[in-house]
């Protein structure tokens, strides 16, 4: 059974940095595309970042630039590093993790991941 647990949420003022982490178990992160997600409310959930297993990473015009997407394939975990943060970065964050191999062209789309996390929330204040 594939279980992914965000940490590193919180609160951060506006040009801050955060980290966040997505622990895998029952899944081979070295092996697929992994990424993450936001969910603002009363919005939709959105693409942030993939990585796919030929290790080229994918952004949102929107982070480009601020954020960096990563894995540690020993520790089977995925990272998102966000940096010079903006309140319109408020959000809960998920992970998600795919079975698809070999990087796939386009914006990041929730059709690529199979498998979901509970979410970390991230506020961003001015």
């Known amino acids: 059974q594939v279980q992914l647990v965000e940490s590193g949420g919180g609160s951060v003022q506006a040009g801050g940095s955060l980290r966040l982490s997505c622990a895998a178990s029952?899944?081979?992160?070295?092996?697929?595309?992994m990424g993450w997600f936001r969910q603002a409310p009363g919005k939709e959930r959105e693409g942030v970042a993939a990585?796919?297993?030929?290790?080229?990473?994918s952004y949102a015009d929107s982070v480009k630039g601020r954020f960096t997407i990563s894995k540690d394939n020993a520790k089977n975990t995925l990272y998102l590093q966000m940096n010079s943060l903006k309140p319109e970065d408020t959000a809960m964050y998920y992970c998600?993790?795919?079975?698809?191999?070999?990087?796939?062209?386009?914006?990041?789309?929730?059709?690529?991941?199979?498998?979901w996390g509970q979410g970390t929330q991230l506020t961003v204040s001015s």
């Open positions: 990585i796919f297993s030929d290790g080229s990473t």
């Open positions: 998600a993790a795919g079975l698809l191999y070999g990087r796939v062209r386009g914006p990041v789309k929730e059709g690529w991941f199979n498998y």
């Open positions: 029952g899944y081979t992160a070295s092996r697929y595309l």
